[in-house]
Structures are given as C-alpha cells and as structure tokens.
C-alpha cells in the first residue's frame, strides 16, 4: 500500500520499491449540486503525477463497489455539444446512472485529443476530412502516438486517496479497466450503449473500436 503523506487539504502517495507513480490529491471542498432537477453532494479533490492532472467529483456516500467513470477531458464534446464524437453521450450516460443510484465518482482528466492536447487534435481531424482517414490513422501521419494517455495515477488515486478495494467501472475503453486492475482494483466492467449522434460519431466509434478494441454494447432501441 502507498501510503498518503497529508498536509494542509493535500495528500501525497510516495513512492515504495515496487510501484513508480507518485499521486498527490488536494481535497477542495464538498457541497451541493442539482443536475437535471435533482439534488446530489460533491466532494471536490484535484489530483496529480508527474505531467497527469485531473479532478475527482466525490457522488453522495460512497458504498463499497460505487460506479466510477474515468473521463478524458473533450473540449468539443463535452463544451460544445459536438455530435462527432461520442465523448458527451458517455459523460451524459455515466452521470445519470451515478446521480441514479446517488454516489458515485468522476475521474475528470486534462487528457484533450486522447493525450495530444487541442492543436493537435484539431490538426488530426482536418487531416481525416481531407484524406478521409479516421483520426487514429491521422495521428500517425503526424507523427503523433495515436494515444498517449496514462490512467495509473487515476487508478492509485481510487485506490489510496479514496481507499477503494473494488468499483463498478462504467467505460467502453480497455485501456482503463487495464490500469485499475494492475493497481490491484477489482473491477466490474459496464458497458456504456450510446447512440452514435452523427455519421461521423459512428465513424470514430468504429475506430476506436478497430484501434483501440474498445467494447460497445447495443445502444438502447
């Protein structure tokens, strides 16, 4: 177990001989939010390791297995209300069974265009409408990792920030239920169904399952 080195709202995971991620959570305040008509608490934390920086929304009363969501931030999406991409149905998805059972957790990463940051992201998706490639292959005419995010200091910061031993992951993204798993989370995997908004949702969709082997189940009828 890494243990949390605490000072004035912040706490630090150090470092042992076997694990290299260094998690520190500064817990910010905890209050009321209404979503959708409904009242529900949030409890506020920033977390960081080494270039990851992200936020946790605390839900209600955590029980012992709550759902949890690890989203990467998409400005487009989830700003925006862009339908060329999935990113806002999943958020939209995860929060309403959160705020449905009444806890929960969101993982909010700084992770634009799956850890390439906007230029970039925005060059990918011009490069794919004029050479009609998906954005992964775009990437790599830039000469851009096709994903280059991280999920283990997410992952150690539900496990020793919030002391969470097992949770109900709601993702499609392999890569995630990965990283809680390595750190010793037992991991119940939700599927996330969408409805893909556009041709062009359904085109990323279909790239990320092709690239990245993420798993979508049938969206609702």
Request: glycine letters at 10%; aromatic letters at 4%.
């Amino acid at each position: 177990m890494i243990p949390l080195v605490c000072g004035t709202g912040r706490c630090s995971a150090a470092d042992d001989s076997t694990r290299t991620a260094a998690v520190s959570i500064t817990v910010a305040a905890e209050h009321p939010l209404t979503r959708k008509g409904r009242e529900i608490t949030v409890r506020v934390m920033e977390v960081t390791g080494g270039h990851d920086i992200g936020h946790i929304l605390v839900f209600g009363e955590l029980g012992p297995n709550p759902l949890v969501r690890l989203h990467s931030r998409c400005l487009y999406g989830d700003v925006l209300g862009s339908q060329d991409c999935d990113c806002r149905a999943e958020l939209e998805l995860a929060l309403d069974m959160i705020q449905a059972e009444g806890a929960g957790v969101l993982v909010y990463l700084e992770q634009e265009g799956r850890g390439a940051g906007l230029i970039v992201k925005a060059q990918g998706l011009r490069l794919s409408e004029e050479s009609g490639v998906d954005t992964f292959t775009s990437y790599r005419m830039l000469g851009v990792d096709i994903d280059s995010r991280s999920y283990e200091h997410a992952a150690e910061s539900l496990r020793t920030g919030l002391d969470l031993t097992a949770v109900r992951l709601l993702t499609n993204n392999p890569d995630k239920v990965e990283a809680l798993r390595t750190v010793g989370l037992a991991v119940e995997v939700i599927a996330l169904g969408t409805r893909p908004s556009s041709e062009r949702a359904q085109r990323y969709m279909e790239a990320k399952r092709l690239h990245a082997g993420h798993l979508f189940r049938r969206h609702p009828p």
